[in-house]
């Protein structure tokens, strides 16, 4: 049974920092890439970031605008997946989800596709203030 937790929201001003982690357990750690995703109020869900946990090779969803202020990566050992956002701004403000799936590199490389992903945790709030 697969199974995702992020921890890590909270509340931060602008221009601050968080790290968001995701706990996974239930399947081959490094059989899958792990995606964040965020929704902020009243929006739709869009990708962030993800990363193919057996390459270690990593995406950034361009309409999300994180490229330069936020890493994804993972500690294969601990089977933690962590999302560093630097650089807050307010229109970071969102439950952050982060989610299982095995998209192909061919496609990630397209975007990253929320269809792709099948498997999901509860989110974690994020609040930035101006």
């Known amino acids: 049974d697969v199974q995702l937790q992020a921890s890590g929201g909270g509340l931060v001003q602008t221009g601050g920092s968080l790290r968001l982690s995701c706990v996974l357990s239930g399947f081959p750690f490094d059989h899958f890439a792990i995606g964040w995703f965020r929704q902020a109020p009243g929006k739709e869900r869009e990708a962030v970031a993800c990363?193919?946990?057996?390459?270690?090779?990593?995406?950034?969803a361009d309409s999300a605008s994180v490229k330069g202020r936020f890493t994804i990566s993972s500690n294969n050992a601990n089977k933690t997946v962590y999302l560093q956002m630097n650089s807050l701004k307010p229109e970071d403000t969102g439950v952050y989800y982060c989610?299982?799936?095995?998209?192909?590199?061919?496609?990630?490389?397209?975007?990253?596709?929320?269809?792709?992903?099948?498997?999901w945790g509860r989110g974690t709030l994020v609040t930035v203030s101006s």
């Open positions: 990363i193919q946990l057996f390459y270690g090779t990593t995406y950034y």
């Open positions: 989610a299982a799936g095995q998209p192909g590199t061919r496609r990630l490389r397209v975007g990253i596709d929320l269809r792709d992903f099948g498997s």
